[in-house]
C-alpha cells in the first residue's frame, strides 16, 4: 500500500546516505535490513544525527563514532545476530531475575542482550563506577556517550604507559567493589575493558556483566579479579587475585 511504499523509500534514502557517508566505511555485512532499520529509528528519535568511522570492529558487534543531538558525540555499538555467539549469550543472561522467561529464540536473545548491556551501564553509573552512560537502545544497537576526543577514542589501559599503578589499581578496585555491591560482576573484566579519559578511569563494555544470581557469578568475578590483578602485577604493584577478591566482596 501507500504508506508502506513511502516507508521503503524514506528507507532506501536511509540507505544510501549510510552508504554514502564519507567514513562510513563497514562491510555490507554488518548491516541487514533490520539493523538498518534500527539505526534509521535511532535517527528519526533523533538519538543519533550522523555517523562517523568506526572506533572498533570485533567478532560479535562493531561500534561506531557518531553525532548526537546539539554537537554531542556518541558511541553506537551495533551487534551482528547472525554472527553472534549467542548460545553463549543466553548462558549469561542465565538467573538473571531481569530477563526471567527469556526463551531461546536468536532473536529474542540478542535484543534481550543489547537492553541488559544498557541496563548493566546503567546500573554500574548510579553505583558510582565510572561508565559510558547509556542513551538508547533499538534491536541490536546500543547508543552510549562517547569515550574519547577530537584525537580519537579512550586509550585502553593496556595501550598506555601508566604513570601511577597505585592509584589506577585502587579505583580499579574500588570500582570493582561498587559494582558488585550494585549486585553485578563485569565478567571480561581486563586492561582490555578499562580506559583512560581526561585522567580518569572508564569501565566499558558491560554487555556480558551478570547478575551475582547467575550459577557462576562467582567463578566470572575470580576470573576478573585474577585477569586484573595479574595486569597490575606486571606494572610492578604487589597484588594477587585472592587479596583483590577478598577486598572487592568485603563491604
Ligand atoms: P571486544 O571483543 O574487542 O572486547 P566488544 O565487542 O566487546 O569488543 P567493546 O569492548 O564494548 O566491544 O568495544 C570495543 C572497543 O570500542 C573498545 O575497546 C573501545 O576502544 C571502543 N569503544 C567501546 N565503547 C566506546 C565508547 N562508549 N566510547 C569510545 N570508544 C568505545
Ligand atoms: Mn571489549
Redesign the pocket.
Known sequence: DRIAQKRDRKFEQFEERIKDADQFKVEQSVFDDATLAALYKLVQDGHVEAFGGP??T????N?Y?ALGPDDTEV?V?VYRINASNFRQMRDYLEGDPRFEGLGGKKKDVVLAWVKKESANLERARKAGVRV?TPIATERNVLV?????NEAG??K?LGEVHIENPETAYEVLREYMRRLYSAGLIHG?LSE??V?FHEGQLVV??L?QAVTVHHPNSRGFLERDCRNVANFFSRQGLDVTGDDLLEFVTTP
Open positions: 572506533l572498533s570485533g567478532k560479535e558487534a561500534v563514532q558511541a555499538k559510558p552510549m556517550e562517547y569515550i574519547g577514542r579512550a585502553r571480561d582490555y575493558n580506559v566499558i563494555d554487555g
